[in-house]
Protein backbone atom coordinates (compact mmCIF):
# COMPACT_ATOMS: atom_id res chain seq x y z
CA UNK A 1 0.00 0.00 0.00
CA UNK A 2 1.44 3.39 -0.90
CA UNK A 3 1.96 5.77 2.01
CA UNK A 4 0.97 8.58 -0.27
CA UNK A 5 -2.58 9.07 -2.55
CA UNK A 6 -0.78 8.95 -5.86
CA UNK A 7 -4.36 10.30 -6.87
CA UNK A 8 -4.61 13.37 -5.32
CA UNK A 9 -0.94 13.98 -5.90
CA UNK A 10 -1.01 14.13 -9.77
CA UNK A 11 -4.47 15.75 -9.50
CA UNK A 12 -2.89 18.39 -7.49
CA UNK A 13 -0.43 18.91 -10.11
CA UNK A 14 -2.49 19.41 -13.06
CA UNK A 15 -2.97 16.34 -14.30
CA UNK A 16 -6.21 14.75 -15.42
CA UNK A 17 -6.62 11.69 -13.82
CA UNK A 18 -9.17 8.77 -14.79
CA UNK A 19 -9.64 5.42 -12.37
CA UNK A 20 -10.91 2.34 -14.35
CA UNK A 21 -10.93 -1.21 -13.99
CA UNK A 22 -8.16 -3.13 -16.45
CA UNK A 23 -10.64 -6.00 -16.45
CA UNK A 24 -13.03 -4.02 -18.49
CA UNK A 25 -12.39 -3.11 -21.72
CA UNK A 26 -15.15 -0.65 -22.38
CA UNK A 27 -13.14 1.41 -19.58
CA UNK A 28 -9.60 1.17 -20.99
CA UNK A 29 -11.13 1.89 -24.65
CA UNK A 30 -13.28 5.02 -23.33
CA UNK A 31 -10.42 6.08 -20.82
CA UNK A 32 -7.84 5.99 -23.55
CA UNK A 33 -10.31 8.15 -25.75
CA UNK A 34 -10.66 10.90 -22.61
CA UNK A 35 -7.19 10.75 -22.28
CA UNK A 36 -6.69 11.62 -25.98
CA UNK A 37 -9.35 14.37 -26.11
CA UNK A 38 -7.48 16.35 -23.41
CA UNK A 39 -4.71 18.23 -24.74
CA UNK A 40 -4.22 21.06 -21.74
CA UNK A 41 -2.82 18.77 -19.60
CA UNK A 42 -1.18 15.16 -19.18
CA UNK A 43 -3.57 12.49 -18.28
CA UNK A 44 -2.82 9.60 -15.62
CA UNK A 45 -5.20 6.18 -15.89
CA UNK A 46 -4.79 4.35 -13.29
CA UNK A 47 -5.87 1.30 -13.72
CA UNK A 48 -7.02 -1.37 -10.89
CA UNK A 49 -6.52 -5.23 -11.49
CA UNK A 50 -6.18 -8.37 -10.04
CA UNK A 51 -3.75 -10.45 -10.03
CA UNK A 52 -4.24 -13.97 -12.02
CA UNK A 53 -8.15 -12.14 -12.77
CA UNK A 54 -10.31 -15.49 -13.68
CA UNK A 55 -7.54 -18.38 -13.04
CA UNK A 56 -10.06 -20.03 -10.21
CA UNK A 57 -7.31 -21.33 -8.50
CA UNK A 58 -4.65 -18.73 -8.38
CA UNK A 59 -6.51 -15.40 -8.38
CA UNK A 60 -5.27 -12.69 -6.09
CA UNK A 61 -2.28 -15.15 -5.06
CA UNK A 62 1.05 -14.92 -5.75
CA UNK A 63 0.84 -18.26 -7.71
CA UNK A 64 0.68 -15.87 -10.95
CA UNK A 65 3.61 -13.88 -10.53
CA UNK A 66 6.19 -14.79 -12.25
CA UNK A 67 5.61 -18.61 -12.94
CA UNK A 68 3.21 -20.22 -15.47
CA UNK A 69 -0.39 -21.13 -14.85
CA UNK A 70 0.38 -24.77 -15.52
CA UNK A 71 -2.16 -26.68 -18.04
CA UNK A 72 -5.16 -27.54 -16.30
CA UNK A 73 -5.52 -23.81 -14.79
CA UNK A 74 -4.45 -22.61 -18.12
CA UNK A 75 -7.83 -24.58 -19.35
CA UNK A 76 -10.14 -22.89 -16.80
CA UNK A 77 -9.15 -19.53 -17.06
CA UNK A 78 -10.19 -19.58 -20.95
CA UNK A 79 -13.16 -21.13 -20.00
CA UNK A 80 -13.62 -18.28 -17.53
CA UNK A 81 -13.35 -15.60 -20.24
CA UNK A 82 -15.20 -17.41 -22.79
CA UNK A 83 -12.15 -18.49 -24.73
CA UNK A 84 -12.37 -21.46 -27.67
CA UNK A 85 -10.06 -22.08 -29.98
CA UNK A 86 -6.25 -22.15 -30.28
CA UNK A 87 -4.74 -19.55 -28.17
CA UNK A 88 -2.07 -19.02 -30.08
CA UNK A 89 -3.34 -19.01 -33.39
CA UNK A 90 -4.95 -15.65 -34.27
CA UNK A 91 -7.16 -13.50 -37.69
CA UNK A 92 -5.31 -12.59 -40.01
CA UNK A 93 -6.11 -9.40 -39.79
CA UNK A 94 -4.11 -9.05 -36.19
CA UNK A 95 -1.24 -10.00 -37.95
CA UNK A 96 -1.38 -7.54 -40.75
CA UNK A 97 -2.19 -4.66 -37.96
CA UNK A 98 1.28 -5.40 -36.16
CA UNK A 99 3.22 -6.14 -39.63
CA UNK A 100 1.73 -2.44 -40.48
CA UNK A 101 2.90 -0.91 -37.47
CA UNK A 102 6.76 -2.77 -37.86
CA UNK A 103 7.03 -0.78 -41.49
CA UNK A 104 7.10 2.72 -39.92
Do not use: C
Request: charge should be negative; aromatic fraction near 10%; glycine fraction near 6%.
Amino acid sequence: MSVTNQKQKFISMGWDVLEIDAHNENEIIDAVESAKSVTNKPTLIISKSTIGKYAPNKENTSGVHGSPLGENEFELFLQNIGFSGDPFIHDSEIYSYFDEKRER
